[in-house]
C-alpha cells in the first residue's frame, strides 16, 4: 500500500491510499477519484520540488515571501513562494494584461505567477518521479551538487523528508492542469 499525497485542481490537498502507484492511475481513469473538500475529479499526485539551498548556506537564507498587498485572501491555497535562488525569475509582466478589479487582479496575477513559477520549475528542473526523496536526500547532504529537481513523494516519505529537515513544497496546480 502507498499512501498518497494528493491534490486537487483548486489546490485541496488530501491523502489516500493505494495498492500501487498503477491503481492510483486506474482509479483516476475511471473517475472513482474525487477531493473530499470540493468534489471535484480533477486530482492529482502532488508534485514536489526541494529547496535546494545546501545545509552550510541554509543560515544565510532569508525568507522570501512575496505575498501580494492589499488583496483578499485568494480561494486558491497560496503556495510556497520560496524556491532556489538560481530560479528566481527576472520581474516583466505585460501591462495589456491587467484586468480592473483589485479582485480580479489579485487572482489572476496569481495565475500568471504561479503559471510561471511552475514553467520555470519544470523547465529548469530535472523529473525524477518517485526517485524524488532519494535525490532530494543526495542534494540536500551534498552527495551530489545541488540541482533542481520534481517528483512525487508519498505522504510517508515527505513526512521523513521533513523530519530530516530537507525543505520542499508542493508545485503550483494551475487550473489548465487537468483538463
Ligand atoms: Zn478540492
Redesign the pocket.
Known amino acids: 500500500m502507498i499512501l498518497y499525497k494528493l491534490q486537487?485542481?483548486?489546490?485541496?490537498e488530501f491523502e489516500a491510499w493505494f495498492a500501487s502507484s498503477d491503481a492510483f492511475d486506474r482509479q483516476k481513469k475511471k473517475g472513482q477519484l474525487a477531493?473530499p473538500?470540493?468534489?471535484?475529479k480533477s486530482v492529482s499526485k502532488a508534485l514536489m520540488t526541494p529547496n535546494v539551498t545546501p545545509r552550510s548556506r541554509r543560515k544565510a537564507a532569508a525568507p522570501d515571501k512575496q505575498q501580494p498587498t492589499g488583496s483578499r485572501k485568494p480561494e486558491t491555497q497560496r503556495p510556497e513562494t520560496q524556491r532556489p535562488e538560481a530560479q528566481r525569475p527576472d520581474t516583466q509582466r505585460p501591462e495589456a494584461q491587467r484586468p480592473e478589479t483589485q479582485r480580479v487582479a489579485a487572482h489572476s496575477e496569481l495565475v500568471t505567477a504561479l503559471r510561471k513559477l511552475r514553467a520555470e520549475i519544470e523547465g529548469k528542473s530535472e523529473y525524477v518521479g518517485a526517485r524524488f526523496p532519494e535525490e532530494a536526500r543526495k542534494i540536500h547532504y551534498e552527495e551530489v551538487p545541488a540541482r533542481g529537481i520534481h517528483g512525487e513523494a508519498t505522504a510517508e516519505e515527505a513526512k521523513a523528508l521533513k523530519d530530516e529537515g530537507i525543505e520542499f513544497y508542493p508545485l503550483p496546480i494551475l487550473p489548465e492542469d487537468q483538463n
Not at 8 to 12: I, L, R, S, T, V
Not at 37 to 40: D, I, P, Q, V, W
Open positions: 486537487c485542481k483548486k489546490g485541496h477531493c473538500s470540493c468534489g471535484t
